[in-house]
């Protein structure tokens, strides 16, 4: 069991700095033609280390869970997050968002990140887990289902993507969505704004 306590560290060290994981949710970016943006990340997060001692012991102690609980005045903390709820069993129901000028990058949680490089182009992806870290997340019980749409203005030129599905009804709404349904899966999208 002291193995299952290590593989959940270094999935947080891994993984993410806040040691949340994404579970179920639903993830928007809106990018306008000027390369300005707006996100939302509406769902439910795990904590790593405390699906590691639920697997563990079972269950949390009422100190951890307390503990969890004030974790979330430290989430509030970031003007983007606009609700952030202790569910228990290690779990938060999170609704962030926020918008970004023009060229500011952006690493929500490091649920997904949007960013741009000196030639303008933009990536939007999520983290990459290795196929170790996505075992050792699946011996926690941790696993995911959501979406993320990305919404494109009519200047964007697509350089490549791994959607699930992309634009339809003649390319009039440009939006290209991924269903994730497991921790293996990568959203990514690298586009450049033509002015």
């Given at each position: 069991m002291k193995k299952i306590a290590i593989i959940a560290s270094l999935a947080c060290v891994v993984l993410l700095s806040s040691c949340l994981i994404p579970e179920r949710f639903t993830a928007k970016v809106d990018i306008q033609?000027?390369?300005s943006y707006t996100f939302v990340y509406a769902?439910?997060?795990v904590h790593g280390l405390a699906a590691a001692k639920i697997k563990k012991a079972g269950t949390l102690s009422e100190k951890d869970?307390?503990?969890l609980k004030k974790e979330t005045e430290r989430l509030l903390k970031?003007?983007?997050v606009q609700n952030a709820v202790y569910k228990g069993n290690g779990r938060y129901e999170l609704k962030i968002e926020g918008k970004r000028k023009t060229?500011?990058?952006l690493n929500m949680f490091d649920i997904f990140s949007v960013s741009t490089d000196k030639n303008g182009i933009m990536t939007i992806a999520s983290k990459e887990i290795k196929e170790k870290g996505q075992r050792e997340l699946e011996q926690l019980g941790i696993s995911?289902?959501?979406t993320l749409e990305v919404r494109l203005p009519k200047?964007?030129?697509i350089i490549s993507h791994n959607a699930s599905s992309k634009p339809s009804f003649f390319g009039l709404f440009s939006t290209y969505n991924w269903k994730i349904g497991d921790?293996?899966?990568r959203p990514m999208m690298k586009i450049k704004l033509n002015h």
């Open positions: 033609a000027d390369a769902g439910t997060a869970q307390m503990g970031n003007p983007d060229g500011q990058t995911v289902d959501g200047n964007a030129e921790t293996g899966q």
